[in-house]
Every structure is written in C-alpha cells, then in structure tokens.
C-alpha cells in the first residue's frame, strides 16, 4: 500500500490553518469593553511638631552609683531611688506642640533613642493635652483624640550607668506624631 503524503500533508496544513484562523477571529469576537477605574487622592497637611522645651534632669551628682536612677514625671516633678541623686538645676519633662487637622486621631510614638556616656533612657511617659500619662516608646505609644493644635509633655527614667565624672552628657531621642 502506497500512502501518498504530499496531499495528507496539505490537507493537514489547511486544516490546521481554518483551525487557527477560527481561534484568532474568535479570540477578537469576546474581547470585553474597555473597563474605566476611578482614582482617588486625599491631600492632607503635614503634621508640625516643635520642641518648646528639652528633657531635663538638671545636676546629677556623680556619686551616683551604677543602677541609680531618677524619673522626670510628664508633670515636671520627679523622683530618684537614691536621695541626692539630683543636686541642683531644672527638672522638666519635654513640652512639644503638635498641629495636625482638627477632629483626627494622632498617635505619638517615642523611639531612636539615644544613650548618653554615663546613663540610659527608658519608660516614657506622655501626657497629651492632660489626659493623663501613657506610655509612649517602643512597643507602645500613646493614641488620642485631636484638636487642630495641642501639647504633649514627655517624661522618662534615667538609670545611671557605670560612673560618672563631671561633664555635660547630652542625647536626644525621636518622637513621631502620625494622623488619621
């Protein structure tokens, strides 16, 4: 049995052709109609905060031994686990004033905080427009209610590391004031 198969192949090739030409038509018949999506963008205000005053422990006697340590309270009072510690100067906590849009919620986070040579920073406190203290670095961080403009006051707890001598040993710390 002879098979010819030029005319097998050309039956082949038309086939495949009508076949591929049917998919390419039918492909275009079920295209859906362009499909138009919105675009929404809210523009808001960037939220001002600014440092009325810094964080004071005042003059701490460098007698203090390793373990000490003294809180400045969101009130400007403060407390030491040693008397004496504090010999003179201000205490004061941090007073900030944050603008943001009337009516929102802020969330004031304290974090990057720094250490000084002789002491390290922990367990802050903020107090925003006199609702009372909230601890406010990392892991936490205060959440309120806000008007257009307010003050936060910032408190924390210096713990007195290794010994001090006499010089001035300043650090600073962030504090990131969100909106919603």
Known sequence: MIINTSNWMKRF????GSALMGLILATGI??????SVPVNVEW??????TTNTALQFGKLDVNASAADTVTINTDDTYSESVANTVVGGTQTAADLTITVPASTTISILVDNIGT???YTLSSFLCDYESGGDTACDVPYNLTSAA??????EIGATLTVV??????????TF????TYQ
């Open 162 to 171: 290794g010994t001090p001598t006499a010089v001035a040993d300043n650090t």
């Open 13 to 16: 090739a038309a086939i495949a």
């Open 147 to 152: 008007a257009a403009s307010g003050a936060v």
């Open 174 to 177: 962030d504090v990131t004031v």
């Open 30 to 35: 079920y295209a859906a109609n362009p499909e």
């Open 116 to 118: 000084g040579t002789y």
């Open 44 to 49: 808001i205000a960037p939220v001002a905060l």
